[in-house]
Nanobody, 120 residues
Framework: QVHFVESGGGLVKPGGSLRLSCVVSGFTFSTSGMSWHRQAPGKEREFVAGITSAGVLSTGKSTHYSDSVRGRFTVSRDNDKNTLYLQMNNLTPDDTAIYYC????????WGQGTQVTVSS
C-alpha cells in the first residue's frame, strides 16, 4: 500500500529555515519522480518543487521549482532511505501552509502533510 509520512514542520520566524522529510513506502521509490506541494488556509493546493527519478528535464536539471520558492528551497532525495527532502531557507509568512509530498507514478495518494507556520 502506498504511504507517505511527512515530518519536519513547525513554527519558525521570518528568515528562518526548516527541513521537511517525506518517508515513502509501498512502491519502488527510486523509480518515481517526486514532488512537494502545499496548501495554505483558504487556498488551493499548489506545486512547490519536484525532482526526477533519474536523468534531467528539458532544462538540463533534475529539479524544478515554483517561482515563489526558487532560490530559497531545495528539493533532494535519498533513494537508500526512501526519503524525499525539502530544505526551506529564508522563510516568509507567505510560506505558511501544510506541506505534502507526492509521487508522479501514484499521484492519487497523499500523506497527512506537515504544518509549516512562519510568524514573528
Amino acid at each position: 500500500q502506498v504511504h507517505f509520512v511527512e515530518s519536519g514542520g513547525g513554527l519558525v520566524k521570518p528568515g528562518g529555515s526548516l527541513r521537511l522529510s517525506c518517508v515513502v513506502s509501498g512502491f519502488t521509490f527510486s523509480t518515481s519522480g517526486m514532488s512537494w506541494h502545499r496548501q495554505a488556509p483558504g487556498k488551493e493546493r499548489e506545486f512547490v518543487a519536484g525532482i526526477t527519478s533519474a536523468g534531467v528535464l528539458s532544462t538540463g536539471k533534475s529539479t524544478h521549482y515554483s517561482d515563489s520558492v526558487r532560490g530559497r528551497f531545495t528539493v533532494s532525495r535519498d533513494n537508500d532511505k526512501n526519503t524525499l527532502y525539502l530544505q526551506m531557507n529564508n522563510l516568509t509568512p507567505d510560506d505558511t501552509a501544510i506541506y505534502y509530498c507526492k509521487s508522479s507514478r501514484y499521484s492519487e495518494y497523499w500523506g497527512q502533510g506537515t504544518q509549516v507556520t512562519v510568524s514573528s
